[in-house]
């Protein structure tokens, strides 16, 4: 006897396929190093890669770090 298929083990198509929605990207310009690894005060490391490095608009730590260092300039999106 074949058994009946569970309802609740099949995923609508459209909640399965539904993204996330984008991270904004926030990116400045290092004027003294085109390669460097920057320490945040919280340990975590950001990469200068081709005098620029990018950073999430919802990370505020790092955010605040670059905008408080004249060595990095915000680049217009």
Known sequence: MAK???DS???DPV???RSTPTASITTFRD???ISRTLIL???R???VVKGAVS????DDLALN???AHTEFELLKE
């Open 55 to 58: 950073v999430n608009t919802s």
């Open 31 to 33: 004027t003294l190093y």
């Open 65 to 67: 770090y670059l905008k």
């Open 9 to 11: 083990a099949v995923q």
């Open 45 to 47: 490391t950001l990469a």
């Open 4 to 6: 009946s298929q569970d």
């Open 15 to 17: 909640i399965a396929t």
């Open 41 to 43: 005060p919280d340990d």
